[in-house]
């Protein structure tokens, strides 16, 4: 904490004068995933031209991971940590709400395999559960930036 103070002092000063221009000037990345698309059945993704080696990793690596086995390895640990979080909040006045986030540049399509942690809290006081869909709008390869260049 009392390292640094002078510098900590010019950031905080300078934050304070420019902070908002700096937030508001932010005009994104310029890049995104346009001509990005995915064959699910043959496993196959056509990337659009000018990624980085890391960039196509990282792409693939969340459209088309490895499939990993099926031994509830998941649904334990969500029922150890996430359901000890529900049993904690029981009593309580606070609400637990999840919200599936946009998971990837494309839609995926659905797991076939139900999520049954999610089956197991639903009706809990307190717990409410968003529509899987709510957000899918957002996987769109424009909605994506390439944050590797």
């Given at each position: 904490?009392?390292?640094?103070?002078?510098?900590?002092?010019?950031v905080a000063?300078?934050?304070?004068?420019?902070?908002?221009?700096?937030?508001?000037?932010y005009?994104?990345?310029?890049?995104?995933?346009?001509?990005l698309?995915?064959?699910?059945?043959?496993r196959?993704?056509t990337?659009?031209?000018?990624?980085?080696?890391?960039?196509?990793?990282?792409?693939?690596?969340?459209?088309?991971p490895?499939?990993?086995?099926?031994n509830?390895m998941?649904?334990?640990?969500?029922?150890?940590?996430?359901?000890?979080?529900?049993?904690?909040?029981?009593?309580?006045?606070?609400?637990?709400?999840?919200?599936?986030?946009?998971?990837?540049?494309?839609?995926?399509?659905?797991?076939?395999?139900?999520?049954t942690?999610?089956?197991?809290?639903?009706?809990?006081?307190?717990?409410?559960?968003?529509?899987?869909?709510?957000?899918?709008?957002?996987?769109t390869?424009?909605?994506?930036?390439?944050?590797?260049?």
């Open positions: 904490m009392l390292s640094n103070i002078g510098k900590r002092r010019r000063a300078d934050w304070l004068r420019n902070g908002r221009q700096y937030v508001d000037g005009g994104g990345i310029p890049r995104n995933l346009n001509g698309s995915a064959d699910w059945n043959q196959t993704l990337l659009p031209e000018g990624l980085t080696e890391t960039a196509q990793r990282t792409i693939r690596n969340a459209l088309m490895q499939l990993p086995s099926q509830r998941l649904t334990r640990y969500r029922a150890g940590c996430l359901g000890k979080i529900v049993e904690l909040s029981r009593d309580s006045a606070t609400s637990l709400i999840f919200v599936e986030l946009p998971r990837a540049q494309l839609s995926k399509p659905e797991s076939i395999v139900p999520a942690f999610m089956k197991s809290i639903e009706g809990h006081p307190g717990v409410h559960i968003a529509s899987p869909e709510m957000f899918r709008f957002l996987e390869p424009d909605t994506f930036a390439v944050v590797f260049t």
